[in-house]
């Protein structure tokens, strides 16, 4: 006896055609196997289906939400003097949700104020004297930036790039890079792996990053001073790059 | 939800911009799309993140779907898709590195609330834990089955044809993953046995 092993779950769900469905019932009524493959199949079918699609997780519609609406930032158009943010470093980043401090920083050069400050700015010539690369990483509570109006957003970016518009003034920006909201992994080896919790302060994310040109730690720190990240209580972190 | 006129009117306007309209299709299909996405990448965290980015991938689409398909349909072949990505990257990562052994456990997503529904249904008191562990301990090729039939609320006709798999094959193996499932659900130490 060949068994309709095939025809037995699309007979109890009725996708069977007539013809078809005609031929699973003769076999039925001849194969206690089948019959009671058919009763098993049916229960926990019958037991699956009467249990309602479970709702959204509400966060993970706020990350969504959050995750859309960073393409219109993106949005922005900018004519950026090659010699301040090389194209390399910045047009070629992939994705529309990449670059925000650096889409600030940019927003603020096409409006224009970029180009009037700079006649005044203090020590444009000190580029001459950073030949070492320092990184800034940014942390920040992710919850507030899950729910964030898109106004308090573009208050956000024009603070960093109030902050940030000196850096750029004297010639020193290099690159910088937006990550996404997502938290991360921190490996602590090949094989182990810790949320970002474990590095540092809890309810904190590492969010991005500033690559920028100085001559010492302290050279560097003092771009650090007043950063807006430290109004919401996240941490800014300063290390020597390669 | 099914490609209906209401759901085509969604996609028409969070495609013009209305913000609410596309929470309205997120909130529609976030559990289906989370749900596969952790059943093919056996990991909840990165099914999370993947489904992120196919509902992204949905938001820059909106403008030229065309209404040939249900957006269920749509997102569950995106989704598998990018699972399928996914796993290549991963499988290039660990190329690299030393191999890792058991990354976190695997997880059955969504269906865990499905789980926690079955203790209200009186007549089959099963354990929703146990729901769990069973749905979990199915191999992937049965799991995700159940999650696209299931979760995402397939047809098993549609499921062969996003798997690209024989309509006999996704019939023999959900039979399979259904009695498998009713068997772990009936062992002895199972709290609420039938």
């Known amino acids: 006896m060949i068994h309709p092993e095939a025809s037995l779950y699309p007979y109890v769900t009725d996708e069977l055609d007539v013809d078809a469905r005609r031929e699973v019932d003769a076999h039925l009524a001849a194969c206690n196997d089948c019959r009671r493959a058919v009763a098993e199949i049916a229960e926990m079918h019958a037991a699956l289906v009467a249990v309602p699609e479970p709702a959204a997780d509400e966060p993970f519609v706020a990350r969504v939400q959050s995750a859309v609406r960073q393409p219109i930032l993106s949005d922005v158009r900018v004519d950026v003097p090659p010699h301040v943010l090389h194209p390399s470093t910045f047009l070629h980043t992939r994705g529309a949700i990449a670059a925000i401090v650096l889409i600030a920083l940019a927003a603020g050069a096409a409006g224009g104020w970029f180009w009037r400050d700079r006649a005044s700015s203090p020590s444009s010539s000190t580029a001459a004297t950073t030949s070492d690369r320092y990184m800034v990483l940014f942390y920040e509570p992710l919850e507030r930036r899950v729910a964030e109006p898109i106004e308090t957003r573009r208050d956000r970016i024009r603070r960093f790039s109030e902050w940030g518009r000196p850096i750029a003034l004297e010639g020193r920006m290099i690159s910088g890079v937006r990550l996404r909201d997502e938290g991360g992994r921190l490996y602590r080896s090949a094989s182990e792996v810790d949320t970002m919790d474990a590095a540092v302060p809890p309810g904190l994310a590492l969010t991005g990053f500033l690559l920028f040109r100085a001559g010492s730690y302290e050279d560097a720190a003092r771009f650090v001073a007043g950063c807006p990240l430290f109004e919401d209580g996240g941490r800014v972190e300063l290390r020597r790059a390669f | ?194």
Request: glycine share 6%; hydrophobic share 45%; proline share 4%.
């Open chain 2, 1 to 194: 939800v099914t490609g209906d006129a209401a759901e085509i009117d969604l996609i028409r306007r969070a495609a013009a911009g209305d913000a609410p309209a596309f929470e309205a299709l997120v909130r529609a299909h976030a559990a289906a799309v989370v749900s596969i996405a952790t059943a093919e990448l056996g990991d909840p965290t990165t099914g999370a993140e993947v489904a992120q980015d196919v509902f992204v991938r949905l938001h820059r689409s909106l403008s030229t779907f065309r209404h040939e398909a249900r957006l269920r349909t749509w997102l569950v072949r995106v989704t598998i898709n990018a699972c399928a990505d996914q796993r290549r990257a991963r499988r290039r990562r660990d190329r690299r590195l030393v191999p890792m052994e058991g990354i976190g456990p695997r997880d059955a997503g969504a269906l865990v609330d499905r789980a926690e529904s079955f203790e209200s249904l009186e007549s089959r008191r099963v354990d929703r834990v146990r729901v769990r562990a069973a749905i979990d301990e199915l191999p992937a090729a049965l799991r995700v089955l159940i999650v696209l039939r299931y979760d995402a609320g397939l047809e098993y006709r549609e499921i062969a044809h996003t798997l690209s798999m024989p309509q006999g094959t996704v019939a023999t193996r959900m039979a399979r993953a259904l009695r498998q499932l009713r068997a772990a659900l009936s062992a002895p130490d199972s709290k609420g046995t039938p």
